[in-house]
Structures are given as structure tokens and as C-alpha cells.
């Protein structure tokens, strides 16, 4: 079975500070999906990205970047220059590479004080 | 409407008493997911469509949980004899195809069942 650990529960930054989300993942299959979504206040789920099991490249999007490292099967999400609009719950998920249904993790919430 | 809708945003309901969700996915979605988040945890799937056949129902809790979609777009959550238990936030998703590797989904705000 697979499994999604978020192990920080919340975090607390001042704006402008860097914060590091933490998604370590338990599977057997060699092929695989990863993906981070966020859920503001709003409560609708909004996703970030999707990154597959072959392709290690690190990427970065705006204030977001992500690091994919399958030898600690690790995905990890930093959010540069934090803003009091990043105050959000963000989600690490998995899904098996013929599936539909995804895995959460339990969730980090990050709140950004100005 | 752009995004996926659900309603109602809040329900309250007395324990035993029946409730039924809505959701009204994008148009033209042929996927609609029903996830089930208790306070402070991830989304756990419940059931799965692909137009009006549901797939999959390995997630529901229990018999007295129900989803259809019968002409392959609006669908309902029935949950009959609510119990405590049940309080949860109930989060519909639709996705243009079917592999969510390929695709991306679009999640509704919810909706809140408080169950006294």
C-alpha cells in the first residue's frame, strides 16, 4: 500500500522568510505520480504540480520550487520570499501510474505572518 | 459556472437523519471523485465516476453512504442515518479525463456536515 507522510503538522513564518514543506512517500512500484496541492481558507483544493517517478529534475515555478529525490523517495516544496497569501493548508499526494485515485498526506499548515 | 460547485457549503444535521450533497462538476468532465476530509486530515477517497458509471466505490464507509451521477454530470452524496462519525467535509473533484497521472484535477469548496 502506499503511503504519504507529512511530518510537519504547522509552520509559522514571518513574510519574506523561505519555508519548507517536508513529503516523504512509501511505495513499491517503480512508476508513480507525485503532486502537491494547496487549500486555502476557501477550502477548494488548488493544484501545484505534478512530477512522475522517471523524472528527477528539480523545478521551479515563480516563489515555488520543488526537489524530487527518489533515493529518499522524498518530494519536498519550498515557497521563497513567503507572502501572507501563501497562508494556506498544502497537501503532498501519490497516485499509482494507472490509477485515478490519489493519496493525501495529512496536510502542513503554513501561516505567514506580516 | 467555471469551477466545480457543491451544495450546500454547511449542513447540520440531527444524528439518524438523512442528507444528500450536490455536486455540478465542469462541464464536459468526464471523471467525478467524492472525497471525505475529517478536521485536520488529507482527503480520503470514497467513490469514482467515469460519466454515469460508478467505477469505484471501495472508499465508502459503510452501506449507509450512496453516490450517483445518473446522466453523467451533476452527482449526489446520500448518506442515510447520519451518525457522529460522519461529520466530516465531503470535497467533489472532476477531471477532464480519466488518468489523474494525466490529469489535473479541479476540486469544489466542499461541503461541511456537522452531524449532532
Known amino acids: 500500500a502506499q503511503k504519504v507522510t507529512q511530518a510537519q503538522t504547522e509552520i509559522s513564518v514571518v513574510e519574506k522568510e523561505d519555508v519548507t514543506l517536508d513529503c516523504v512517500y512509501e511505495t513499491r512500484d517503480t512508476t508513480y505520480y507525485l503532486f502537491w496541492y494547496k487549500q486555502p481558507p476557501s477550502g477548494e483544493l488548488v493544484f501545484l504540480i505534478r512530477r512522475n517517478s522517471f523524472d528527477e529534475q528539480n523545478e521551479i515555478s515563480g516563489r515555488y520550487s520543488w526537489n524530487f529525490q527518489k533515493s529518499t523517495s522524498s518530494f519536498n516544496f519550498t515557497i521563497t520570499a513567503s507572502q501572507v497569501v501563501d497562508s494556506a493548508v498544502y497537501f503532498c499526494?501519490?497516485?499509482?501510474?494507472?490509477?485515478?485515485?490519489?493519496?493525501f498526506g495529512a496536510g502542513t499548515t503554513v501561516t505567514v505572518r506580516a | 459556472g467555471a469551477g466545480v460547485s457543491q451544495s450546500p457549503r454547511y449542513k447540520v444535521a440531527k444524528r439518524g437523519q438523512d442528507v444528500a450533497l450536490r455536486c455540478d462538476p465542469i462541464?464536459?468532465?468526464?471523471?467525478l471523485f467524492w472525497y471525505q476530509q475529517a478536521l485536520g486530515q488529507g482527503p480520503e477517497f470514497l467513490t469514482y465516476f467515469q460519466n454515469e458509471a460508478q467505477l469505484d466505490k471501495s472508499g465508502l464507509p459503510s452501506d449507509r453512504f450512496f453516490a450517483e451521477r445518473p446522466e453523467g454530470s451533476v452527482s449526489t452524496l446520500k448518506i442515510q442515518r447520519t451518525q457522529q462519525e460522519d461529520s466530516a467535509v465531503y470535497l467533489c473533484a472532476s477531471s477532464l479525463g480519466v488518468l489523474v497521472a494525466n490529469e489535473k484535477l479541479f476540486f469544489g469548496s466542499g461541503t461541511q456536515l456537522s452531524v449532532l
Open positions: 499526494a501519490f497516485a499509482r501510474s494507472n490509477d485515478y485515485k490519489l493519496s
Open positions: 462541464s464536459g468532465h468526464v471523471s
